[in-house]
Structures are given as C-alpha cells and as structure tokens.
C-alpha cells in the first residue's frame, strides 16, 4: 500500500510574519483540468525557455536536470495513475544550497514549482496539475547524523524510508513510522503529508517525533529549525507548521528525528470478528490487557479480504474455508518474550471466551506475520488491479467508524463495491469504493455524501493522506472557518 | 516542585493571515523595571477606570471582578516571590463567550491584558509586569467530555491538573502529563507553556498529546480548533503554534486531550552513583532492558539531595548514611506486575554487575514510591527555602549534561551552591545556584555564562520553562534568526 508522498501543493507561502512576503510563485490554484474543470493554469505564471535550462544546467549539472521524455512521464504520472501533469522540466538537486538556488531563480522568473518526494501519495499532490518545475529530492539521501545515546537520526529530506530502517536496524533502533509504501516513500515526503502509518497507535504522530527541520521558502531563503533535541521552549515552534503542509510552505531539505530502540519481541495475531461491535469491544480489551506492549491494530472487512485474495500474488486466506465478516491485526512489540507471549494468550483467551473472536491465528515465525501483514499492507495495491477505485481516508470515532460504511454500501448497491480497511486503533478509516470504471454517476452518490457524513460525525475527511489535489477545496468539511482564515487566504486553494 | 504556569507574555497576537490585524492591545515588551531596567510601560496602554469597572461588572457579575488588595497582592506575585506587577484588577471569566467579551472590550480600550492559571510559572511568565488587567482562567473549570473508547478527554482551561488526574482515575485513565505543581497548575497553562514533566519519557510532549484547542485571539475572536481525532490531515494545524507560545497568541479556553489507560504495575527504584558517566550509562541501559515499561528517569546529585534533606520536612535519606555523588529514580509501568519486577530486577542485577549503581532500593510499597518521589519532587521547594536561587532550565545533550553543572561550580567557588537535577531521560538539567540573597557580581558570573556555553553546545536555554519575562530577550542563544523573523517581530520582545 502507498500512503504518503508529497503533496506539491502550488500554493504560495504562507506570511508568518506581518513584514511583506516575497512575491508569490509558487502556483495558486491548482487543478487537472480534465478532472476538475474549474482549475486553470495562472497566466501570471511564466513558461520554461532556454535560458532557463542552461541556467539549471550549470547550477545542478547536465545529468541533474531531466527532460527525457519517459522520465517526464513518470514524474508527471501520480501512483494511482489519476493525476497527470504536463512539467517539462525534472531538477534533481543534491543540497540544500542548490534547492535555495532553484527556488531563487524561479520565483525570480516567476516559474511554478512542485517539490516531489517519491510521488506516493493518494491524493493529486506529488504530481504537477500544469507544467510546473518538479524538484525531486531523491538525490538528497544521506543520514547525517544518529546518537546512539538519545536515539536522535537527522537525514537529509530524499532518503527512503525503508533506507533508515535499514540503517537503524544496524544500530538497535526503529523509525516511528511505517508505511506500506515504504520502499519508494521519503522521509521529506512522510514529514511534509504528516505520514501517519501502522505505528501510530504506539509511537504517536510525526508531531510527536519530529524534532527539527530545515526547509527552503518559496523565495529561497533556508529556514534553520534543525533542533536536536527532545525538550526546546523557546518561541513558537514552527516545524510543526511544516509537518502536514503538504509542500505549501516552503521545501523540506532535512529531518531530525527521535527513534525507539528496536525491542526483541514481535507478535502478530490475525483475528476474525462477526460483527463491527466485537472488533471495537476487542480494541478496548487490547489497550487494557496488552497496554504497553499494543503497536498495532488494524482491521478489514469481508470486502477487502475478498480483493486480497483474488488480486495478490501468494496470499492465503489464513482462517480458511469461508470469509468472515471482519478481520483484525494485532501485533505487540516488547522487550520480554515469554512475558509478551503470555500477556498475548490471555487476551485471546480472554476475547474468545467473551465472544468477541470467532477464530484466529498466532504467527509463530516472521514468514507468518510477513503474510498476514502482506495482506493488510496489500489491499491498497488490490484495489488497484481491480479497476477505478474512489479512496477516502477518514478519521471517525471509533464508534461510528463503520456505519459509514454500510450507508454508503446500501447507497450504491449493486453499483460499486464498498470496502473497508484501516487503522482501527487509531479511528482511521480507509474507505473505498471500486467499480470497473471511474463514473461520473457513481462519484455523484459518493460525494459530497461522504464529506458531509464525515463533517456531521465530528470526524475529518483526511485522517492521513491529506487535501492534495483532491480535496483542496474541502477543507471546510473539517476546519472552522475562523482557523482556515488565520491559516491565510491561500490555504484552501 | 512547581514548574509551569502561563507565561502571560503581552506580546501582540502574531499576525498569521497577510489581512490587517486587530490592533495590538496585548502589551508588548513587559518588564518588571525593578529587576530589568530597560523595560518601560508602553505609554500606548489606557488605564483603568470607572467605566471600565462597571462595564467588567456588568458582564462577569461583582464577585468575579476583583480589586481587593489581598487577591490582588497574590496574583500579581510569583510562585517564587521574584516577580511582581502592580495590577489593580483581576477577573474571572466563567465562559469561552466571557473570555471574548473581555479581550474585545480590552482590545477597544487599549488596555493591556495578562492571562493567568495557576500562576506555578518559574520564567515570570504568569504576573503582570505593570499594570495589566489579570484574567484568570480559574473559574472555568468543568470537564465537558470524556470518552471511554478513545480515552479522549475535553475540558476547560481552568481545570486543576490534579483534579483532571483525579476525574481520570476514577475512570481507569492518567493524564500523558505529571508536574510536581499539579495541585496547583491548570490544564490550559500546561497546553500555553507546553509543561513537560515527568512522564514526558514515556508519553512525548503536549504536541504529542494534545488533539485540539479554542483559543480567543487578542481581539475577542474565538478560534474553534477542538478537535477530538487522534489523526485530521486536512490543512495547517495551528494549535501547535499555541502550545507553548505563552499566553502571546492569545488566551487558551478548551483543551481536548489524548490520556492513556491507567495501567496496574508500577516500580519505582532510588539508585546511587559514583560518577555522572554511570548515570548517563544506565539510561541507555534502562531504555534497553527496560524498553516500553520504563515511564521516568530523573537525576540529582549530591548537592540536590542534600538541600532536600535538609529544607524538607518528613525526607529521610533513603540509601544511608553518607551521601552519594549522584542518584537516580527509575520508575516503571506496566500492565503485568511479575514480569514488570521481574524485568526492573533483572535490569538492577545487570547494572550492579556492571558497576553503574553503588547502592540502590526498591520501593515496597505506595508510601515508599512516594517518599522516594518527594525528595526529586521537592527540590525546587527545598532550594526556595534555601535562600535566593537562580534557576536555568537547559536542554543539553545527554553526554555533556554534567559539564556545565561543573564548569559553573569551578567558576563559582564558594560564592555560592551549584545544583544539578532533572528529567536525564529526555536531556533535561535543572541548573540551580543557591546562595543567602541575590547578588548582582553572583549573576554577573552565571550569565551570560550559561547561556553561551548552552548554545555552543547545541542546547536550548529552555526545555520546559518557557521564556517568560526571565529570558524574552534572550531568544537568539537558541532559535536562528531567520526562525525568530519568520515568527514575527513581537516574538522576540
């Protein structure tokens, strides 16, 4: 599953200060014109020319400023192949001095920009909507420094996630995060969408574990909020302004960290539930009973387990022979085996004599938990092969999470096939509806059906993906109005 | 220990959208002339009168309109005696609506206003400078919501930490925060000076824990970010800008809050050690072994423990009979009472064998955990009855903690007493100097000293304190420029 990547959100800088703001350049208002017909390019914006390409040329080097076709096409090209940009320029810088520098010169010959992470994300924004500049940040991939001590990792923005896994591991520790898309996402992309994953529920959000960041405004001035530390009171900490900005507020250059040791211990239970009421009663007995060794709890209906086994490669139902209604992912992640162990079996214990699981399985070695995780971690990638699929990522309470669901199932009939999946443990929900097609008439039934659920449930209609393209408009549904016109009058466009 | 509180700085609202801002109308530059020379009243402010009383009467009713000389003497007074303003009126809002009636009508008078909580500060954050207008939070103090699935808990400002602490034991939850002020400090404050505490190890900071704010802005604007989701990626998430900006953005009225489930087993143990480097050598030891049980570990050393035995009342030395050069409080909790002691015992074993702890005891009971938390907990009071006490809050990294504690009782000689202690496990030192009165050649040694060697060494010259009026000025020692400018111009007065 990929779930996170830069939103390049073309809006202009947001003034932070009441001194004037450069001039804007990055794009305002962007949009595909051919899914969103109201959007169009701003003619105050430049096109690129010669002596633009030369000037990159000598600043980055030939072979850092792409304008080969096929390469084009996929940094143009969303991974769900729903957004398309038409950039004619790729710029692959290697500093945060280069990336100054561009953003120097193209706000100064007023050139849309779109920063670009590994172009993951879910919602339109890793991809230009016009012909805006990519800035990639993939040659920005180095760790710079990591204390064994405190556990403190800074990287530059362009390094893999699964990169810092790896490297962590060597050195005992864990990141905070994991993503399905951990292979091509970057750290940059994961801090600017405010990436939230399958370890939220144990080590909280990017809020929580950023501790600094270094990020480069529109008019190319760098911003030094690199801190090391885990306790800094001192004025408005304005990384966390960045964190979620999706790209709006300036490019992140450089990342600095807090990560867990790594503890010895991992578990995974793969869980069936009858109904949605057992699934939430089993989610207050595992913060009871597990407590603080719980790091993960996700959940999956009939639906999606229905498309994981017919569109992955080598998945297996693991609770054979007949679907279940729902299905749970437990996992626990402690410093003690036997102890873990003991306090995983009398929970189970515990639920099956309550009736809240009507079968389960314990992985007994990492193939095992691999294959049930695949399944969860696959369903994105499932739905894909399906055909169209419409996502929404919503965070609702728990109570309520799946009613959602079963509205908009009735709703559509037997128009769409609605699925649901996601971070339980978090009131995450990933829904969405498939259909062979994308369909005009189809996506009249979704929307603004699932904003306005959404918004008169008290939930948010981006839990973790974002606005993006998709939803810049939408920001209503989730915000006040007060809070979106102190955040500037750029910031829902 | 008391160690929050609301720096009521009355710095102008920052200027967030490029709109025209109300005019500003909370004081900006603050001082108390006795102590910092060069901070004068603005001559802008109005003072109070008649009209003014009446008008204050007429909404919060007579007895939440304070002018008794009394009252007054205590909220224009530090928890420390150290700083004192000369307002002449105190009021009580009992609402969010009341809140904004007074800052609006403030805001049309031009006069000056200074947020109050419990008034625990140790910055002189939480008094007027001159002749503010108190508005103390105090009388708003109801929870409002609390739900038991998500452990989301919602409630106004003015509560007492202790009391939410309390409400949530009854319902099997903690607060993700404890301070030895709790009895006295409010939640609001906690959320304005973002209080880190003695949990903060295990459950991160305030931007960690807390899901949603409302805040009135200078000009009596309600700002609704009360958000109870624990995941809303939908735009710029601002009320991370008002956790720890110190009453300057505005007045906080609601809090909604991520608490943990309470869980059964807890440990605590009291060590000794001979040398800083065991201190520093057990931490990592503690996160390793002790891994997701481990839930605080301070530090104090000699000097600490002496003044502690000697200023509190009931302390008695729990590792007799001569002192150690250093102690440590590791507290655990966990949901399994033998594996937990198990695990803390094993971790004990390890450490004596190592040669990391000298002497060390287990607490048996409830009692013997509290006596053990007493004596870190009433260091602060301990140095108050002491004498006249300079007190620096630092973030340094964890391998050079001690140095300056030793550089600075090097440089000091017997001019005075130099204490070390704190929260190690999150790179936190409380510096203290002790001596019989203040003394201005005393201070002429300390600073800027400290700050120096603090910002040479990349730490922050406040962890948790916040600036206040203590250290308004002195911003630049541990934020870069272009971070302080792009804050705005009154960030840094």
Not at 217 to 241: E, F, I, Q, S, W
């Amino acid at each position: 599953m990929k779930m996170d990547g830069w939103r390049a959100s073309a809006r202009r800088i947001l003034k932070l200060s009441s001194r004037p703001a450069p001039a804007p350049r990055f794009a305002p208002g962007r949009g595909n014109p051919a899914r969103h017909g109201t959007i169009q390019r701003n003619p105050e914006f430049a096109t690129i020319n010669s002596d633009d390409i030369s000037y990159f040329r000598d600043l980055l080097g030939e072979k850092n400023v792409i304008q080969d076709e096929d390469a084009l096409l996929a940094a143009n090209m969303d991974w769900m192949r729903k957004y398309k940009g038409s950039s004619k320029l790729l710029l692959l810088p290697r500093s945060t001095e280069e990336v100054s520098q561009v953003l120097k010169y193209c706000n100064s010959r007023c050139l849309a920009v779109v920063p670009q992470g590994g172009n993951t994300g879910l919602v339109g924004g890793s991809v230009p909507v016009f012909d805006e500049v990519i800035v990639n940040l993939g040659s920005m991939n180095k760790v710079i420094s990591f204390d064994e001590v405190s556990g403190i990792l800074v990287s530059e923005a362009g390094c893999i996630l699964e990169s810092l896994v790896n490297f962590l591991d060597n050195n005992g520790f864990i990141m905070p995060l994991d993503l399905g898309s951990k292979g091509s996402c970057q750290i940059g992309g994961n801090v600017s969408t405010n990436a939230g994953g399958l370890r939220l529920i144990r080590y909280g959000s990017l809020h929580a574990n950023v501790l600094g960041l270094e990020a480069v405004l529109a008019n190319g001035d760098v911003l030094d909020m690199l801190g090391t530390l885990r306790k800094d009171n001192t004025g408005y900490d304005l990384k966390h302004l960045f964190i979620g900005s999706e790209g709006s507020l300036g490019i992140v250059t450089k990342v600095s960290i807090l990560t867990p040791p790594k503890l010895s211990s991992v578990n995974v239970a793969f869980l069936a539930c009858t109904d949605y009421l057992s699934c939430q009663k089993l989610l207050l007995e595992a913060r009871r009973k597990l407590g603080e060794v719980l790091s993960a709890f996700e959940f999956l209906d009939e639906q999606a387990m229905d498309l994981a086994l017919n569109h992955l490669e080598g998945v297996r139902n693991p609770l054979p022979p007949a679907l279940h209604k729902f299905y749970v992912l437990i996992e626990t992640t402690g410093s003690d085996e036997r102890s873990d162990r003991e306090k995983l079996e009398a929970f189970l214990a515990h639920s099956m004599e309550e009736g809240l699981i009507s079968d389960g399985v314990v992985a007994q070695d990492i193939q095992q938990a691999s294959s049930v995780w695949n399944i969860r971690e696959g369903i994105a990638e499932a739905l894909m092969k399906a055909g169209a699929v419409y996502k929404y990522d919503l965070s609702i309470p728990v109570e309520k999470i799946y009613d959602i669901v079963e509205e908009l199932r009735n709703k559509l009939g037997h128009l769409a096939r609605v699925v649901g999946f996601g971070h339980l443990g978090d009131g995450n929900l990933h829904l969405n509806i498939s259909c062979p097609q994308y369909d005009d008439a189809v996506l009249a039934q979704i929307e603004p059906f699932v904003y306005e659920w959404t918004s008169k449930h008290g939930g948010s209609i981006s839990a973790e993906h974002g606005l993006g393209l998709m939803k810049a408009d939408k920001i209503f549904y989730s915000k006040s109005p007060a809070a979106v016109k102190l955040a500037g009058p750029q910031s829902h466009t």
